[in-house]
């Protein structure tokens, strides 16, 4: 069974792009889940995707946003990249929403450096 | 609001010593409770989660970790450390939305 992909794994853009990113969940998981990773602020959530709706939304500017696909895959989107927006990006899914009691897999994560 | 703390950002350990990684957490419900491990360059692969089965849960790669209510913690332990368990380790909480709270990591080094 595939696990969970992200493309691509790493991304190098100028300050003031934009940038997608890919999630492709496991099958069968419709639950996808968005997260920062950075070495000052740790794992932060950003959003959460089911059946194509946004269900949650951590603190982070409109700059950030996502969407997800009626084949679950979900991409987020950051526009006029700053340089603190260098991170991974980690996606998660799960069965069904409210994951926390089935555990979110993990995928390896898109290293976004901005320059 | 869901928090977590993990104590120590760094823990030393020889191979075949003792692992102890741990573990507070601030929660106003009954908490479901996770350990991750993430290595150099990878996402986060789940260790054990605990949803109020056995307080006692065991995981892969001979982890385990023991929930206790009255001391809010959820530390995680190991046997004896064998050099592939060098990573870093997140412990988390959901919250009532079902996101994941993460504690802020310990990294571990494995001594031969």
């Known amino acids: 069974k595939a696990g969970v992909t992200q493309t691509p794994r790493y991304l190098i853009k100028t300050r003031g792009q934009q940038v997608t990113l890919s999630c492709s969940p496991i099958s069968g998981h419709r639950s996808v889940s968005w997260y920062q990773q950075t070495p000052g602020q740790g794992l932060q959530f950003l959003f959460e995707y089911f059946s194509e709706t946004q269900r949650n939304k951590g603190n982070f500017p409109g700059r950030f946003s996502g969407r997800q696909f009626s084949n679950s895959r979900s991409e987020m989107n950051v526009s006029t990249l700053e340089l603190g927006d260098s991170a991974l990006y980690l996606c998660?899914?799960?069965?069904?929403?409210?994951?926390?009691?089935?555990?979110?897999?993990f995928g390896s994560g898109t290293r976004l450096t901005v320059v | 609001a869901q928090s977590v703390t993990q104590l120590g950002s760094h823990v030393s350990v020889s191979e075949g010593a003792l692992v102890l990684l741990r573990c507070n957490y601030s929660?106003?419900?009954?908490?479901?409770l996770f350990w991750y491990v993430q290595y150099p360059n990878q996402g986060l692969q789940l260790l054990l989660k605990y949803t109020s089965a056995a307080t006692l849960v065991k995981g892969i790669n001979g982890f385990e970790a023991e929930f206790k209510k009255s001391e809010t913690s959820f530390h995680l332990t190991k046997p004896s450390a064998h050099m592939s368990d060098a990573a870093e380790y997140f412990c988390a909480v959901s919250d009532d939305t079902g996101k994941l709270i993460f504690g802020q990591g310990t990294t571990l080094q494995v001594k031969p």
């Open positions: 929660s106003s419900v009954p908490p479901y």
């Open positions: 998660a899914s799960s069965v069904i929403g409210q994951g926390a009691s089935y555990g979110y897999t």
